[in-house]
């Protein structure tokens, strides 16, 4: 069987695809390397970061923030069990329900609850993770959609007049009347 000939982007030598090269576009990881460089803007390579959907820990990602375990190991382990049904929640999702639970599943800023109201619940930082806040489920309060992002990485005052005098810290971070710990 011949060979096909291809013709490199970048530097215009003709090649012969072959598993080294992984590519009809490229003579050489050299050439894609140079490509890649010119054609993708920095802006788009900007790292991030994230918390691993399996074991919860934080990791630094690049190309776009686009991963979701922070190692072979988690994906791995995530892969294998979605394989074999096993269904298993993340410590973000299992927090992010305890956050909700705690707060009788109602915005605590506007009342509304998804039940009754269908607006969609968020977890929002009372202390913008921007100006130090930690992810802690004392920083952490449930808010409807339309407040937490009216309400974006400010810092609220109850002393400034910027939310009403009922909502300050204290109340905020209390249960709800006839709500009980969640344990977790």
């Not at 607006?119 to 808010?143: C, F, R, S, W, Y």
Request: charged share 25%; glycine share 8%.
């Amino acid at each position: 069987m011949a060979k096909r000939t291809y013709q490199c982007k970048v530097c215009g030598k003709p090649f012969h695809y072959t598993d080294h090269n992984a590519s009809y576009s490229y003579c050489s990881d050299t050439c894609k390397a140079a490509w890649l460089a010119i054609h993708n803007p920095p802006s788009l390579n900007v790292a991030a970061t994230k918390q691993c959907e399996r074991c919860g820990k934080e990791f630094e990602t690049e190309h776009r923030g686009w991963k979701r375990f922070c190692s072979t190991v988690c994906q791995q382990k995530n892969t294998y069990e979605k394989t074999k049904g096993i269904i298993r929640t993340s410590p973000y999702y299992q927090r992010r329900f305890s956050i909700l639970a705690r707060d009788g599943f109602r915005c605590r800023y506007c009342g509304r609850s998804a039940q009754e109201d269908g607006v969609k619940l968020q977890v929002d930082h009372i202390m913008p993770k921007e100006k130090g806040g930690a992810d802690e489920p004392a920083n952490l309060i449930t808010a409807c959609q339309e407040c937490n992002t009216g309400k974006s990485n400010l810092l609220l005052l109850a002393k400034a007049g910027q939310i009403p005098s009922y909502l300050t810290i204290e109340s905020l971070t209390k249960l709800p009347e006839g709500t009980t710990r969640q344990p977790g």
